[in-house]
């Protein structure tokens, strides 16, 4: 395995000089580009780890699958009344439909309404809960949120305040658009290394297991939900052809890291800044091709 991780590193880190660092939040366009690490944690507890892997970076989108992980333990599959489980061909940041009159929630909790809309149904403090979960399923105390990043996306992000208060004005959050939002960016913020991640996805990919309670839903149930979203809506509007081409659950985030988990087998995080067109990492999108054809990952 580790020869493998050596030669899908080399054959894809070109990848990354075609890409581009997030720059519309401005904390992200510091971030060292040439930053390329992967780890793959397998069913047995067996970790493999090439690069730039312990590396930290904000984990961006791919915090929707913990909120939405959360929602569920708190609501069960009631969070669906609210935000659908549905594929989509418009961009993640998109708007537009939540104002037609037919539309009455956000498509998939993996776009940026429908994960405002998600988080809004976590109970309590959800920052600490969320941090809490994290932490649990990674073992690592010491995860936590960057307040830099976070005030950057405070300060700049108006395209998810007008969703915010979209999703207010037609009745698809109860919370303040500023409160709701203020729990979004900091969930957004939070800093994780791929070997965080991949921690995270085996623990889904092995069916949730490990926690002391699931609160309202069982946990086969709630790592089918994840598995799913993140297979149809994970990698945004271009999920059918990454299901296509690479065809495991992933999820990536803006940040650079791609999270993906394949059933029963393994869990793998991925770290490379520059984003391609879709605004997913550009090597993280070869290097889970490559994988995929080298060890047989796909699920179809």
Request: charged share 25%; with cysteine; hydrophobic share 40%.
């Amino acid at each position: 395995m580790e020869k493998v991780l050596e030669e899908v590193l080399e054959e894809n880190q070109v990848l990354a000089k075609h890409g581009k660092v997030a720059s519309y939040i401005p904390a992200l366009s510091k971030v060292n580009p040439n930053h390329l690490g992967i780890c793959i944690i397998d069913a047995n507890g067996n970790t493999y780890k090439k690069g730039d892997c312990e590396v930290k970076f904000t984990i961006q989108s791919i915090s929707k699958v913990i909120g939405l992980m959360l929602a569920l333990m708190d609501n069960g599959e009631k969070v669906f009344e609210k935000v659908g489980r549905e594929g989509t061909e418009d961009p993640f940041n998109t708007l537009y439909k939540l104002d037609l009159p037919y539309i009455k929630k956000p498509v998939n909790p993996m776009i940026n309404a429908g994960a405002i809309a998600t988080t809004a149904q976590i109970k309590g403090d959800k920052i600490k809960r969320i941090l809490e979960l994290i932490r649990d399923i990674t073992e690592n105390l010491n995860i936590d949120y960057s307040r830099e990043v976070y005030l950057s996306e405070k300060t700049t992000g108006e395209k998810n305040k007008a969703i915010a208060h979209l999703l207010r004005a037609r009745g698809m959050i109860d919370e303040e658009p500023d409160e709701a939002l203020d729990h979004y960016f900091k969930q957004c913020s939070i800093e994780v290394t791929a070997c965080d991640l991949a921690k995270i996805a085996i623990f889904i990919a092995n069916g949730c297991k490990g926690l002391k309670s699931y609160g309202e839903i069982n946990r086969k149930t709630l790592s089918r939900n994840l598995l799913a979203i993140m297979t149809m809506g994970g990698m945004y509007n271009i999920s059918g052809q990454y299901a296509a081409e690479v065809g495991v659950p992933s999820k990536s985030g803006v940040g650079g890291g791609i999270m993906a988990a394949v059933p029963g087998r393994m869990g793998i995080g991925i770290f490379s800044p520059p984003l391609d067109e879709n605004g997913h990492s550009a090597a993280g999108y070869g290097i889970m091709k490559s994988l995929s054809r080298r060890l047989d990952l796909s699920i179809f």
